[in-house]
């Protein structure tokens, strides 16, 4: 069982749509972050969220941390094919020494 | 980034042979880790090391150990491999002091194919 819980896994729109990403737990994390990989690659930090109910954008990307700091999401507004990749979030654990990751969801964005 | 190199960047091996896996950073990070990444799983932590000679265990330990002789070095050890290891491997530092919040940067992953 996975602490950290992803949904969806897969997700597969047309360029323009919205779409949200969440994240859900038991536990309570120091922080959750979000990471986003390409093919052939390690995964690359795109947010940190650390503070309960904030929330953070990046450009048509928006995070929010939930306020007992147990979920977060990531909507995308206007998806493009750019944004194609495995969308990862991971709590902090331990102080923040360790890191639980969530299964991870896959994201295809169609032109 | 951090400059993490892996290596090799792939491997096929056979079961039961040892195998060993290299991660170099050259930012001097404190803390380094072990992950490896299979479908519907996400990464899941083998082992991490908090500085020179200090390791701990992950939540996927059995059938690996992990040495860190130096700051920069971080190896995986596979001792008999097995098929159940084939997977992407990835290693990551994360620079550790102060408070615990800071990201952690990845390798580009080792493809390890165990026949």
């Known amino acids: 069982t996975q602490l950290l819980e992803q949904s969806p896994q897969f997700l597969s729109i047309q360029e323009g749509e919205n779409l949200t990403v969440y994240c859900n737990s038991s536990?309570?994390?120091?922080?959750l972050q979000w990471y986003r990989q390409e093919p052939g690659e390690g995964p690359v930090l795109l947010v940190t969220v650390v503070t309960g109910g904030e929330v953070k954008k990046l450009k048509r990307l928006t995070f929010q941390f939930g306020d007992a700091r147990k979920d977060s999401s990531l909507h995308i507004t206007a998806a493009q094919p750019g944004d194609t990749g495995l969308y990862l979030c991971a709590g902090a654990m331990e102080y923040g020494n360790k890191l639980v990751f969530g299964a991870g969801t896959i994201l295809r964005v169609k032109s | 980034d951090a400059g993490i190199t892996q290596s090799p960047r792939h491997k096929v091996t056979e079961t039961g042979t040892p195998v060993t896996l290299r991660c170099h950073q050259t930012?001097?990070?404190?803390?380094m880790y072990w992950y490896r990444q299979d479908p519907g799983h996400g990464l899941r932590l083998i082992h991490y090391s908090y500085g020179v000679k200090d390791t701990d265990k992950g939540e996927v330990s059995d059938g690996y150990s992990v040495s860190r002789s130096k700051t920069e070095d971080f190896l995986l050890t596979l001792e008999s491999a097995t098929s159940s290891q084939t997977s992407v491997y990835f290693c990551?530092?994360?620079w550790g002091a102060g408070k615990g919040n800071q990201p952690q940067h990845f390798g580009d992953g080792t493809r390890l194919s165990i026949l």
């Open positions: 536990s309570v994390f120091s922080s």
């Open positions: 930012e001097n990070h404190r803390y």
């Open positions: 990551a530092t994360r």
